[in-house]
């Protein structure tokens, strides 16, 4: 029982990996690709470990950590590569996720609301405290300040 357990496993870890690599080809974005490669290398140390366990041995042992250890860094390499080369208007992580609460409109702005746009894509600017309502509450252990940047240019 437990042998054709293991051949149903490694079957359906097998289709994964077709899935996932096809994903690596048809991906429309970077992300997507390096997400599809991270699932790739969680889905062979799977089998690995799966083999491991049906076959009673510790072979591959070494082989699963380096594996975890590269898809890690690799994952947090390219995340931070992707946030260095986000173009200049576009959404900012606040914005996406929706965690922060959006800074109100300056009502003496003389651009009519384009500085407006831009802080709300970026954030909050000039080290203005935010809160966020989720986790209750204005109080001083809630407030996140952001660093100052440069205005105008």
């Given at each position: 029982m437990l042998e054709h357990a293991y051949w149903i496993t490694q079957t359906l870890l097998a289709a994964a990996v077709f899935c996932a690599v096809y994903r690596v080809f048809r991906g429309p974005s970077v992300l997507d690709r390096v997400i599809s490669v991270d699932v790739i290398l969680i889905i062979v140390s799977s089998m690995l470990i799966t083999d491991m366990v049906a076959r009673n041995h510790q072979d591959f042992i070494l082989f699963v950590i380096a594996t975890a250890v590269i898809g890690f860094l690799g994952a947090v390499a390219i995340a931070r590569y992707v946030a260095v080369r986000r173009p200049e208007g576009a959404a900012g992580v606040t914005e996406l996720t929706g965690l922060l609460p959006r800074v109100p409109e300056d009502p003496g702005s003389e651009s009519g609301g384009s500085a407006g746009a831009r802080r709300h894509a970026d954030g909050?600017?000039?080290?203005?405290?935010?809160?966020?309502?989720?986790?209750?509450?204005?109080?001083?252990?809630?407030?996140?300040?952001?660093?100052?940047?440069?205005?105008?240019?």
């Amino acid at each position: 029982m437990l042998e054709h357990a293991y051949w149903i496993t490694q079957t359906l870890l097998a289709a994964a990996v077709f899935c996932a690599v096809y994903r690596v080809f048809r991906g429309p974005s970077v992300l997507d690709r390096v997400i599809s490669v991270d699932v790739i290398l969680i889905i062979v140390s799977s089998m690995l470990i799966t083999d491991m366990v049906a076959r009673n041995h510790q072979d591959f042992i070494l082989f699963v950590i380096a594996t975890a250890v590269i898809g890690f860094l690799g994952a947090v390499a390219i995340a931070r590569y992707v946030a260095v080369r986000r173009p200049e208007g576009a959404a900012g992580v606040t914005e996406l996720t929706g965690l922060l609460p959006r800074v109100p409109e300056d009502p003496g702005s003389e651009s009519g609301g384009s500085a407006g746009a831009r802080r709300h894509a970026d954030g909050p600017v000039g080290g203005e405290p935010v809160t966020d309502q989720r986790l209750g509450g204005s109080g001083p252990a809630r407030r996140i300040l952001r660093p100052r940047r440069p205005r105008g240019g």
